[in-house]
Nanobody, 117 residues
Framework: QVQLVESGGGLVQAGGSLRLSCAAS????????MGWDRQAPGKQRELVAR???????NYVDSVKGRFTISRDNAKNTVYLQMNSLKPEDTAVYYC???????????WGQGTQVTVSS
């Protein structure tokens, strides 16, 4: 069983920055695809970013050039650096993991990010 614990959410003004962190345990971190999803009020959850063990990344178009996902395999941690935040980035952000060993998806409990205009 994979456990994911997020931290780093909060309230920020438009144009500001936040960095989210997610500590993973319960499986071999280097064998997991990691990422972040988000869910805004009244909307479906959407993929924000993914990163594989080798470092390749992909992003939803709306955050390209503003958000950066990274991982530290030695610390079993994935990060999401969010710059130039917009009110439409307001959402609950969930850490995501896909465990290659058992082909299962996992999500953390979520952390609230609120961007004021």
């Amino acid at each position: 069983q994979v456990q994911l614990v997020e931290s780093g959410g909060g309230l920020v003004q438009a144009g500001g920055s936040l960095r989210l962190s997610c500590a993973a345990s319960g499986s071999i971190f280097s064998n997991m695809v990691m990422g972040w999803d988000r869910q805004a009020p009244g909307k479906q959850r959407e993929l924000v970013a993914r990163i594989i063990s080798g470092g390749s990344t992909n992003y939803v178009d709306s955050v390209k050039g503003r958000f950066t996902i990274s991982r530290d395999n030695a610390k079993n941690t994935v990060y999401l650096q969010m710059n130039s935040l917009k009110p439409e980035d307001t959402a609950v952000y969930y850490c995501y993991a896909f465990a290659i060993a058992n082909h299962q998806n996992y999500w953390g409990q979520g952390t609230q990010v609120t961007v004021s205009s």
